[in-house]
């Protein structure tokens, strides 16, 4: 079997793997396992000692393990292990495993590659498909769901929030009224609704944020990710490293505001001397973001941000 990366292009992977600090006999958490690219550099630097455990909702990426020599050597050997669960499950998992304590966490919060390049789940606008968005098809609802059953104010919030687009009410309230004709079902039938909103020069730009929008509402993405880095700080031990990338302001915020105080709204606590309590230290003040040659051959890793901190002893 070849190594051969066809289903998706880890971003920053040099650099997001050196933030964790990796080294043989740690136990280490891939929280976004997709292709599995990230993880097997993981397992490679663990040089055969330690355990990593990779989570993944979707069955797509389960089938990735097998593809691999690396991942697959690695699991017969009792080194890597696969978890087919939502990330925000992660303190709940590493119970389960009898894990006390993690040596570092590695997220990489952008959608798949792979994603976007199957024409049946939705999840792009270049092809006709019916609008399901679902990272894991076995439950939820769908974007059609959404779609057709949220009220107009609620679908608003939700362009608005998650896709930034300052024409989110004109776009909802055109949804609301086409879907009374009949339920919008595909890319397409949402497609014809929209499109007379987004300016020819930046139609491209806006759709993505749109369906990113939906995407984002489908997979309960944001909350997710806050229940995800709650339980991180408490399973990550004393000098246990957080490796995390985005890739639109909304997640990238909440990310830095855990860690520089270690909770998703930025407040900071502070002890009687002023003195800001929070259970990270940040190792990267300023972010990393792909190099021009990154960005030329992978164009998905343009906007990514990587930012790594560090558990700290606690008070």
């Known amino acids: 079997m070849g190594e051969e990366q066809i289903y998706h292009i880890p971003v920053l992977l040099g650099e997001s793997v050196d933030g964790m600090n990796v080294r043989p006999g740690g136990v280490y958490v891939d929280v976004t396992f997709g292709g599995g690219g990230h993880s097997k550099e993981i397992v490679r630097r663990m040089n055969g000692r330690g355990r990593l455990f990779s989570f993944d909702q979707d069955a797509d990426a389960e089938r990735n393990v097998s593809a691999s020599e690396t991942l697959s050597e690695a699991q017969e ?14 303190k709940n998992w590493m119970r389960y495993y009898n894990v006390d304590h993690v040596d570092g966490l590695l997220a990489d919060l952008g959608v798949s590659s792979h994603h976007f390049d199957d024409e049946a789940r939705g999840f792009s606008f270049r092809f006709d498909a019916p609008l399901d968005m679902r990272m894991n098809t076995r439950a939820g609802i769908t974007a059609a769901e959404v779609l057709n059953t949220y009220d107009e104010t609620r679908l608003a919030d939700i362009f608005y929030l998650y896709g930034e687009l300052k024409t989110s009410r004109r776009i909802a309230a055109a949804v609301v009224k086409a879907r009374q004709a009949g339920e919008v079902r595909t890319t397409h039938d949402f497609l014809r609704i929209v499109e007379p909103f987004f300016k020819r020069e930046r139609e491209k730009k806006d759709m993505a944020r749109l369906f990113q929008a939906l995407r984002i509402e489908v997979n309960h993405e944001m909350d997710a990710l806050k229940e995800m880095l709650d339980a991180a700080t408490e399973v990550l031990g004393e000098g246990g490293r957080l490796s995390v990338i985005t890739y639109h302001s909304l997640e990238d915020r909440i990310v830095k505001n855990i860690m520089k105080t270690g909770n998703a709204e930025g407040k ?48």
């Open 77 to 90: 050997k009792g080194v890597f292990t696969f978890v087919r669960s939502n990330f925000r499950y992660l």
């Open 268 to 315: 900071r606590n502070e002890d009687f001397f002023g003195r800001v309590l929070a259970p990270y230290k940040v190792v990267n003040n300023k972010v990393v973001v792909p190099t021009d040659d990154e960005q030329q051959r992978n164009p998905r890793s343009r906007s990514a941000k990587l930012r790594i901190a560090e558990k700290v002893a606690a008070e």
